[in-house]
């Protein structure tokens, strides 16, 4: 069975620029969580999606944005890309919106230069 | 806020030696706690996790203990391998509006040496 995908495995950008990052689901998992995980740190989360409906948000700013599509999958999109945001990003899916055990996929390395 | 706190930051231990990661957190709401562990180049994988019902699990050689009066959970490793040799991060689960939320801890790199 497939597990969390995400695409690309690696990006680079230059400040200013805009950036899309791509999830796929285990197959039958309704929820998609982003979280962002900078070098030697834990991840943090950042939204979680449900149903195609944003159901959480972290402490990120408006810069960041995500959309959940009728098939589950998700994008994450960030504006105006900072050196700040060079970082793992990580795509988590659930069965459910809670009491769920959230599996990962290997994560979008995002550099910013 | 949210605080998770997990101790100790870095553990080398001898193979076959037994390893304990240590992880307080501060939302005594919380009611679920899994452990991940992270290889390099890999997202983390859920090895052990514990809901608030139960103060201890155990799956082979990995077991999870529960103390939620004193709000800290302990993963513990036995006869660890090389192959164990990862960064793992306690995640505390937090339930805000219905959905659920993990927030991890800032990961224990631990080293088995041969």
């Known amino acids: 069975d497939a597990g969390v995908t995400q695409s690309p495995t690696h990006l680079i950008k230059t400040r200013g620029q805009q950036v899309t990052l791509r999830c796929s689901p285990i197959s039958g998992h309704k929820s998609v969580s982003w979280y962002q995980q900078v070098l030697g740190q834990g991840p943090q989360f950042i939204f979680q999606?449900?149903?195609?409906?944003?159901?959480g948000r972290g402490n990120f700013p408006d810069r960041f944005s995500a959309r959940q599509f009728p098939n589950y999958s998700s994008e994450l999109n960030v504006n105006a890309l900072l050196l700040g945001d060079s970082a793992l990003y990580l795509c988590?899916?659930?069965?459910?919106?809670?009491?769920?055990?959230?599996?990962f996929g290997a994560g979008t390395r995002l550099s910013v230069l | 806020g949210e605080n998770v706190e997990q101790h100790p930051s870095t553990l080398s231990v001898q193979e076959g030696d037994s390893a304990v990661i240590k992880c307080t957190y501060s939302d005594s709401a919380s009611n679920y706690f899994p452990w991940y562990k992270q290889e390099l180049g890999k997202g983390p994988q859920l090895i052990i996790d514990i809901r608030s019902n139960v103060g201890e699990k155990k799956d082979q050689r990995i077991a999870v203990t529960l103390n939620k009066t004193a709000k800290h959970f302990s993963l513990h490793i036995t006869e660890t391998q090389p192959e164990d040799s990862a960064v793992y991060f306690c995640a505390p689960a937090w339930t805000q509006g219905g959905s659920e939320k993990l927030v991890f801890g800032k990961g224990t790199k631990l080293t088995v040496n041969p």
């Open positions: 999606y449900y149903e195609k409906e944003e159901r």
């Open positions: 988590a899916s659930s069965f459910g919106l809670a009491k769920n055990i959230q599996y």
